[in-house]
């Protein structure tokens, strides 16, 4: 038994996993506030209350995973940088060991939603996939001969950072055109709200009724009745979101592009569509065909990836 710990901005979430399921789920507040020993002491004392929880005793456990935002050195154990945190080379593992008596791992959380998805999720049947999660931003991992790609320093896999329109819109990293500028949910929102703007007579007014209401489903739902604006929002959110997948796809090769986050919760909507647009453009598409196919852990994808990477790690 192992247990996975899903830590974030606001809250850190864990569970036990034994034989491919999670049991005992529970969660603590985190804050930016509290100094790294005090995040780790809690992190602590949440793995202490999930093998309760689960009516396991904690000398039971063989190890702990954690699951980081940020550039982590998961050889080490170490965040390297987490700026909401203002961490820097915080020995997350070391401290999280030192409060717990555990054997700690740590790993990006992208990473480990893309382990989770691989071993018992969408990607189960595939030795090679990219996970790529349209949230906020646009995240993902790599899975190549059934291992996680790290990349040098463990600091690869940064996939919403690729550019796909020179010179184009200005990202948080620096550069302009990054792929997550053009196909993340907070992209698709600000497109929304553009064509809202510059269209006030058009039918995605119905389902917004002010440009601060506009979500992830606004344009498909307004696409789905039919309005013209809506349905070009539509095209551009999938033609850019499919040049990123295909340059994914040509480079890497994998067996499947497995598609996270809240806009992929819009099913075949999304995934239709961006078959039909990825397809022609992919090297060798009838030698080497590639599924595109929604994830299925939600949530607790982060939490199996975790406690996956503790399980299999020496």
Known sequence: MVIGIDLGGMSAKAAVMRNGVLEGKCSVATSAEDTPQETAAKLARLALDVAEKAGKKFEEIEAIGIGSPGAIDSSAGVVVSWTNFYWTNVELASLVSKFS???VCVLNDANAAALGEARYGAGAKYSDSVLVTLGTGVGGGIMIGGKLFEGYKSAGAEIGHMIIRQDGELCTCGRKGCFERY???????RATQRAM?????????????????????????????????????????????????????????????????????????????????????????DYAPIDIVRAVLGNDAGLYGAAVFAEERE
């Open 101 to 103: 008596g555990k054997r």
């Open 183 to 189: 196909a993340s949910a907070g992209a698709l929102i």
């Open 197 to 285: 703007s510059a269209n006030p007579e058009s039918g995605l007014w119905r389902f917004a009724s002010a440009l601060d209401a506009v979500n992830g489903r606004t344009a498909f739902l307004a696409s789905a009745e039919g309005d013209c604006t809506a349905k070009k929002v539509i095209a551009d959110y999938i033609a850019a979101l499919g040049e990123g997948i295909v340059n994914l796809i040509n480079v890497l090769r994998p067996q499947a592009i497995i598609l996270g986050g809240g806009v992929a919760n819009e099913g075949e909507n999304l995934l239709a569509p961006l078959r039909e647009f990825v397809r022609p453009r992919i090297y060798a598409a």
